[in-house]
């Protein structure tokens, strides 16, 4: 078979591939006959009970695997090329894209913008259509493969064509119906522009998106993130308090009526939103499940309510009393402004618990991008090591060691979004740096760090997660 080949790179232990022979470097060439174009051919083709696979072997020999498995059991294999296929990048020149208004001089990966619909599925992306052909949305409706995430940022398509600078854009939303049609499970993004697609803009898109309900689950509305390096590019202001509270009170008016008929909230303000507005976030009820955190959609609300939890189970356990008397420690936490007062009334609520643990939470100004950009997750290291040690060298007790948000790494690497290392980061500041990922719990468990809580009976250490002894 001439066709595409698939290089195996791992084989997962105990799984199907590895039980029939298949190795790292082996190529996948085909299954049940049909050559695999990418990742979508490859998961549609592997749900059936029954496969026939044909790999081929680094010494060209060619082996044809009979497969009896479950329903849409996979193989157990990751491929050297997760899509299977080439990305496609993105022929947009959207107005408010934040790639666009990066620095020069950092690293590569950073400048490619992707909006390939594979990655909707795989990790979660949200694409424009612009790329998709009509073989696309038939690939899609056929294989049931959902959700799909989808940039809508308008639904006027004339406005839409602007916004994207792609004279596609506009005709593109045709596709919203034939997923719809095909029952293909959707969720919406609206990149707010002020006096762009704000105001009666934004309520049109509202009410054409609605139409698509129940198969598009939610819609979050999010302003667009400016930085400093905007020089050339299109002019966009910030929001103000009065203009971010009429964009709520308008979200709040239409999560009615969508409850009442469909049982849905389906349109959601970001957290960036309530906190301009000097609002308090939604009652957990009304996110839906939370569909739209990667957007920064209820994600305050989130972490209050496992934070609440995690602390309540603390507080549940029998050695409470006495953890509370032998905890001592000090402790910093650095965060994105957004997120600060979120932090800071936690870290207030674990003091009271536990009186000898000193907690010191320190908003980070994002001087290297601009202050108009306030998410941990752009925190760089420089500007972390510069306003620490700022502190300091004003008298500010750090503690023993730093919690910072995970978010603020690199994904599985101990590098900030400069190249600045973890490592750098406690060289410069002479303390420990601990990665803490968003939840709750995880939160509770780094301060109450069972390296720190000594049992002065046994002087053995008393166990954070499930407070055992």
């Given at each position: 078979m001439d066709g595409k080949e698939?290089?195996?790179?791992?084989?997962?232990p105990g799984s199907i591939a590895e039980e029939m022979g298949i190795e790292a470097g082996d190529s996948l060439l085909a299954v049940n006959d049909n050559e695999i174009e990418d990742v979508f051919d490859y998961r549609y083709l592997m749900k059936d009970e029954y496969v026939e696979v044909l790999v081929r072997k680094p010494d060209g020999e060619e082996w044809l695997l009979e497969i009896d498995k479950d329903y849409d059991e996979d193989l157990g294999v990751e491929f050297e090329n997760g899509l299977m296929s080439d990305y496609r990048s993105c022929s947009n020149k959207c107005i408010f894209c934040f790639i666009d208004q990066m620095p020069p001089g950092m690293r590569e990966t950073l400048y490619f913008k992707d909006d390939d619909s594979r990655l909707s599925f795989l990790q979660g992306n949200y694409i424009t259509l612009t790329n998709m052909t009509e073989r696309d949305v038939e690939r899609i409706v056929k294989m049931q493969?959902?959700?799909?995430?989808?940039?809508?940022?308008?639904?006027?398509?004339?406005?839409?064509?602007e916004m994207l600078h792609n004279r596609f854009a506009g005709e593109k939303l045709q596709f919203l119906d034939r997923f719809y049609e095909g029952h293909v499970e959707m969720n919406g993004q609206i990149v707010c522009c002020k006096g762009?697609?704000?105001?009666?803009?934004?309520?049109?898109?509202?009410?054409?998106?609605?139409?698509?309900l129940p198969f598009m689950r939610s819609v979050s509305?999010?302003?667009?993130?400016?930085?400093?390096?905007?020089?050339?590019?299109?002019?966009?202001?910030?929001?103000?308090?009065e203009e971010a509270e009429r964009i709520i009170d308008m979200i709040d008016d239409y999560q009615k009526t969508c409850f009442d008929q469909f049982g849905l909230h389906f349109v959601h303000a970001s957290d960036e939103f309530y906190i301009l507005a000097e609002r308090d976030f939604p009652e957990e009820e009304r996110y839906d499940g939370y569909i739209q955190l990667e957007n920064g959609v209820g994600m305050m609300r989130l972490f209050r309510e496992e934070f609440t939890q995690a602390l309540a189970d603390a507080?549940?356990?029998?050695?409470y009393p006495e953890k509370k008397r032998?905890?001592?420690?000090?402790?910093?936490i650095a965060t994105g402004k957004l997120a600060f007062s979120t932090i800071q009334e936690a870290a207030e609520k674990m003091m009271q618990a536990f009186p000898g643990l000193a907690i010191h939470v320190q908003a980070i100004r994002n001087d290297f991008f601009g202050e108009t950009i306030t998410v941990a997750g752009l925190v760089t290291g420089q500007d972390l090591i510069a306003q620490l040690k700022e502190a300091q060298a004003q008298g500010v007790d750090l503690g023993e060691a730093l919690l910072i948000p995970g978010n603020?790494?690199?994904?599985?690497?101990?590098?900030?979004?400069?190249?600045?290392?973890?490592?750098?980061?406690?060289?410069?500041?002479?303390?420990?740096?601990k990665a803490v990922e968003a939840e709750g719990q995880d939160f509770v468990d780094a301060l109450l760090d069972p390296a720190y809580c000594m049992d002065r009976e046994n002087e053995g250490f008393v166990y954070v997660r499930g407070y055992d002894r």
């Open positions: 698939h290089v195996v790179k791992e084989v997962a493969l959902a959700p799909i995430n989808i940039s809508v940022h308008t639904t006027n398509p004339a406005l839409r064509c762009v697609n704000d105001g009666e803009e934004l309520r049109r898109s509202i009410e054409d998106l609605m139409k698509y509305v999010v302003p667009a993130g400016i930085s400093r390096f905007r020089e050339g590019l299109y002019p966009i202001g910030l929001f103000t308090k507080g549940q356990d029998p050695a032998i905890l001592k420690r000090r402790v910093s603020m790494l690199r994904s599985g690497e101990q590098v900030f979004l400069d190249d600045v290392t973890v490592s750098q980061v406690e060289q410069a500041l002479g303390l420990s740096v």
